[in-house]
């Protein structure tokens, strides 16, 4: 904790003195105001604007499914975020490393600022894709996920899970 150096000059006690001498008070806290701002642990370098969901149709029903998935597709290979929708191709596959699946990166019990950023960015995408899946969605398929929370209130289900649930 950062701490202000103490502005009460300390004198020394005369030899002769009646008074018993106080030791020094200890330090100020640092009271932090528009002169020191707080500065992140890390950065990231991700735009918070959301796609537009306009030229998606909407999906409703099994009829809607083959224009909402194209669109949905060709919007997230355009973001490059194909990846996090994307499962493992069957062996003997080719696939290139775009088609390749993420998976939300785990942390140490210590993580570095490198890992807490790529953590961080890795979730924030997938909040994104969560978007455009969601974002889409008729009343019947919405109903089809099962909404999963963490201890912190948080949906608990990956974009890939709300997809590969979509897709069965």
């Known amino acids: 904790m950062?701490?202000?150096?103490?502005?009460?000059?300390?004198?020394?006690?005369?030899?002769h003195s009646p008074f018993i001498p106080l030791p020094p008070h200890p330090p100020l806290p640092l009271v932090l105001g528009?002169?020191?701002?707080?500065?992140?642990?890390?950065?990231?370098?991700?735009?918070?604007?959301?796609?537009?969901?306009?030229?998606?149709?909407i999906l409703s029903s099994g009829v809607d499914w083959t224009a909402w998935n194209w669109a949905v597709l060709d919007l997230l290979d355009?973001?490059?975020?194909?990846?996090h929708i994307t499962s493992p191709s069957p062996p003997g596959v080719h696939v290139t490393s775009l088609?390749?699946?993420s998976y939300p990166p785990t942390l140490d019990d210590d993580p570095t600022v490198k890992q807490l950023a790529h953590?961080?960015?890795?979730?924030?995408?997938?909040?994104?894709?969560w978007h455009i899946l969601w974002g889409c969605l008729g009343l019947?398929?919405?109903?089809?996920?099962?909404?999963h929370h963490d201890a912190f209130g948080?949906?608990?289900?990956?974009?890939?899970?709300?997809y590969a649930i979509l897709v069965a």
């Open 78 to 83: 355009n973001l490059c975020f194909f990846c």
């Open 2 to 15: 950062l701490h202000a150096p103490c502005l009460t000059p300390v004198h020394p006690t005369p030899l």
């Open 119 to 129: 953590h961080d960015a890795w979730w924030r995408a997938n909040g994104t894709i």
């Open 99 to 101: 088609a390749l699946p």
């Open 154 to 162: 948080n949906v608990a289900v990956s974009s890939h899970d709300l």
């Open 140 to 147: 019947a398929p919405e109903a089809l996920v099962p909404l």
């Open 34 to 57: 528009a002169a020191t701002p707080l500065q992140p642990l890390y950065t990231y370098s991700f735009k918070s604007d959301l796609p537009d969901l306009s030229k998606i149709p």
